[in-house]
């Protein structure tokens, strides 16, 4: 039975201030059998880290460098991000495959040194409309997991898988139903043949375009265990009733 996961990424947004609304969430849902995490900018990850100590809210980096210090300016290490409260960590969000060029062989690295550090490596994969339109999804699904996890560690308790299609990123655009299931189910497979027991185990969330009021359909679909939601996640109200279709789903 894999736990549900509703993750917020707040990519570069947020301030302090946000940090009250995110308090009220995690009391309002201290009971829920549902795991909430909120990966904001680096630097609230701190703070949030106190913040959420004692609720049900587990806090996240956006990313992290695969080396474990040196010099690297502007980066954050796998071990920083611990010391600083984090319990998860983003890797290979699309943003960073395209703002940074990330490579698979970029984000196994970094999978890696997260794993080192005993963080939970949400590992995002997806495709590009051109790549979708073009019939290439699943084989670029399928590259870019067998590139971006190692052999080694990967686990139900380690590793969480993002699908999240590059053209329903902030477009409000999302897939159909079928397509999301077609992906998800295609990961399962792909997890299982690589990794067994442990693939069945690992949770898929869905981002993209992730709203209230598509939430409840997108959690009924095959093998989505929950969403990594990018906007909505910045209003307290949006993310309480996606947490809530989730707990329901
Ligand atoms: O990491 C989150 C995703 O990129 C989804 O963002 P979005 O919900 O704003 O479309």
Known sequence: MRKKLAAGNWKMNGT???????????????????????????TLIERMGH????????????????????????????GMLKDA????????????????GETDADVCAKTEAALGEGLVAVVCVGETEGQRDAGETLDVIGTQLAGSL?????????????YEPVWAIGTGRVPTLEQI??????????????FGD??????????????????????ATSNVDGALVGGASLK??????????????
Do not use: W
């Open 85 to 100: 409260g984090a319990t998860y960590v983003i890797l290979g969000h699309s943003e960073r495959r395209t703002d940074h």
């Open 51 to 78: 913040t959420a100590v004692d609720s049900a809210v587990a806090v996240g980096g956006q990313d992290c460098h695969a080396k474990p210090s040196g010099a690297h300016t502007g980066d954050i290490s796998a």
């Open 16 to 42: 302090g201030d946000a940090l009250s609304e995110v308090v009220q969430l995690s009391m309002d849902y201290m009971t829920s059998n549902v795991d909430i995490l909120i990966c904001p900018p680096a």
């Open 150 to 162: 190692p052999d080694a560690g990967v686990s139900g308790a380690t590793v969480v898988i993002a």
């Open 198 to 219: 442990d693939g069945q185990r690992i949770r898929l969330l869905y981002g993209g375009s992730v709203k209230p009021g598509n939430a409840a359909e997108i959690f």
């Open 181 to 194: 299931a077609e992906v998800h189910d295609f990961i399962r497979a792909e997890l299982v043949k690589r």
């Open 236 to 249: 307290a109200a949006d993310f309480s009733a996606i947490i809530a279709a989730l707990e329901a789903a």
